[in-house]
């Protein structure tokens, strides 16, 4: 049996599937040719290695230390999503210039494109002065679900709900298809997203359907983080907030 | 509620933890360890800029050995424009401290690597020297598996070559 030496060098990188490594070890103990060269590879590969361990214990300089734990950072953290701020704050928001209006809008067009695509109905974001309204059925679950009452099976997942520093209702969401996740709050002209986040697959709970507010992505959390006014509503101050509908 | 500043807080220390494993990788394709140094600062920064593009699920090490790479490519090119005809023979008393035996075998290794082209260089330091596996290597490399392992076998053949200091030929 002859192997090539890339079959032996995957050998010594321990790449090879379970069958072709059985043959190259038997292989190996019937013919000291085939040992020799994987020996000369397992050699070239120590070699390598112990000429550049040392480094491993080197000290690392404390500048790189320095720089690591200092460097500016992205404001966000860790985050495996596209994620689509719709207004910097809920206060500056009639401030927000033109222009991060249209770039809000543009992006909200492709993600609420994909939205109504998949969801096979009409829109359920559209864009109204420099915000952007909930409209569809998620404006409908905005409205009337309660998160202490909903199925998983509905296609919108109500998150938590809370009052806002400026004394608005605002109510956390979730979408399956598309996965996006936000943060929506009640103004006079309905629903206004706040922030609105793709979310990925890992955070969907294991009975195969998101979970409620525990894995919002990190933008949406956030966002709410920074707009909540006390604690988030219980399932009956949620309801008392439906019954005055989402008034302040 | 999640705190995302402690978040980026965990992602520093990872980086740190991997501090001498980037130093490694960068020792094994620049000859002085102060020019290693310099990318593996560079890398730090860009990674911190970039925190926002880690994803979770991605493995850390080899997203920061990737970004590594494209900082070492970078100035490899810029280099290449500075001095195009500079071949880095000279200063070879620079790495790191003493240990004299063990410092001139890292040497003698070191230069036989810097022989090879970049691209060999790269296969044969993630594979061999840091360990990862092929699928994991091209992906830092940015190439098909299949373009790694040649790349791996070029770049193990001429260090072979260079290296054996008894030089009987294999067949």
């Known amino acids: 049996m002859t192997f090539s030496d890339e079959v032996l060098m995957a050998y010594v990188d321990d790449e090879l599937d379970e069958s072709t490594r059985s043959a190259v070890e038997s292989a190996m103990a019937a013919d000291p040719e085939i040992a020799g060269r994987i020996a000369h590879h397992r050699a070239l590969r120590n070699r390598l290695r112990s000429a550049f361990d040392p480094i491993l214990d080197e000290p690392v300089p404390q500048e790189l230390i320095d720089r690591a734990r200092n460097a500016p950072a992205a404001s966000a953290a860790p985050k495996k999503a596209e994620v689509i701020p719709l207004a910097p704050r809920l206060a500056s928001r009639r401030s927000l210039p033109q222009w991060a209006a249209l770039a809000a809008s543009l992006l909200i067009g492709i993600l609420a494109g994909r939205f109504a695509f998949r969801t096979g109905g009409p829109a359920l974001i559209a864009a109204h002065d420099n915000h952007m309204l909930a409209r569809g059925l998620l404006a409908d679950a905005l409205t009337r679900q309660l998160a202490s009452q909903q199925r998983t099976t509905q296609p919108v997942q109500m998150g938590v709900s809370f009052r806002s520093k400026s004394g608005q209702y605002c109510r956390t969401f979730s979408l399956r298809a598309p996965a996006v996740a936000g943060l929506a709050c009640h103004a006079a002209d309905g629903w206004r997203l706040e922030v609105l986040s793709g979310t990925a697959e890992q955070q969907v709970g294991a009975g195969g359907y998101r979970q409620a507010s525990s894995s919002m992505p990190p933008a949406v959390v956030r966002t709410v983080s920074g707009e909540i006014s006390g604690e988030p509503l219980d399932a009956s101050a949620e309801a008392a907030a439906r019954r005055r509908d989402w008034q302040p | ?171």
Not at chain 2, 110 to 139: C, M, N, T, W
Not at chain 2, 149 to 166: C, D, V, W
Request: charged share 30%.
């Open chain 2, 1 to 171: 509620m999640t705190d995302m500043g402690a978040a980026i807080e965990d992602l520093r220390d990872e980086i740190i933890g991997m501090l001498p494993r980037l130093r490694r990788f960068a020792c094994s394709l620049t000859r002085e360890l102060h020019d290693a140094d310099d990318l593996v600062q560079i890398t730090v920064e860009r990674a911190l800029k970039r925190a926002d593009q880690f994803r979770e699920d991605s493995h850390l090490a080899g997203w920061l050995y990737g970004i590594l790479r494209n900082a070492w490519i970078d100035e490899c090119r810029s280099r290449q424009r500075r001095e195009p005809a500079h071949v880095p023979q000279e200063s070879a008393e620079e790495v790191s401290d003493p240990a004299a035996g063990s410092q001139a075998e890292l040497l003698c290794v070191q230069d036989a690597l810097l022989q090879l082209p970049e691209e060999q260089r790269l296969a044969v330091s993630l594979v061999l020297i840091e360990g990862f596996s092929y699928k994991e290597a091209a992906h830092i490399m940015n190439v098909p598996i299949g373009t790694l392992t040649s790349r791996l076998a070029r770049g193990r053949e001429a260090l072979q070559e260079m290296l054996s200091e008894t030089p009987e030929a294999q067949p």
